[in-house]
Nanobody
Framework: QVRLAESGGASVPAGGSLNLSCVAS??????MGWFRQAPGGSRNGIARIDGRTGDTWYVDIVKGRFTISIDTAKNTVYLHMVNLQPADTAMYSCAAQSRRDICRINKFDTWGKGTMVTVPS
């Protein structure tokens, strides 16, 4: 079972930037993603990348502000975030597939514990 460890969460002012990282303990099957859960809300997928093709997907609300990337040699996925806003405050978790499946945001079955991002209003 792959284990995921996120890092990089912090409190940043509105308009600021942040880089998150997530290391997988084993083969992530080259399909990884990022989810977030705002306080009192549900967990939602925001980005995913297929490490074999480089194909990416983003939810509309982060397009143009967030960039997902992957280092397949290090089993590490990154999330570069710019122009952060209070609405981006959430626990950010990375995701992987325990077995190779279609690389889509609704095909993940493993999540890390998360790293908190806070953007004060």
């Amino acid at each position: 079972q792959v284990r995921l460890a996120e890092s990089g969460g912090a409190s940043v002012p509105a308009g600021g930037s942040l880089n998150l990282s997530c290391v997988a303990s084993a083969d992530s099957n080259l399909c990884m993603g990022w989810f977030r859960q705002a306080p009192g809300g549900s967990r939602n997928g925001i980005a995913r990348i297929d490490g074999r093709t480089g194909d990416t997907w983003y939810v509309d609300i982060v397009k143009g502000r967030f960039t997902i990337s992957i280092d397949t040699a290090k089993n590490t996925v990154y999330l570069h975030m710019v122009n952060l806003q209070p609405a981006d405050t959430a626990m950010y978790s990375c995701a992987a597939q325990s077995r190779r499946d279609i690389c889509r945001i609704n095909k993940f079955d493993t999540w890390g514990k998360g790293t908190m991002v806070t953007v004060p209003s």
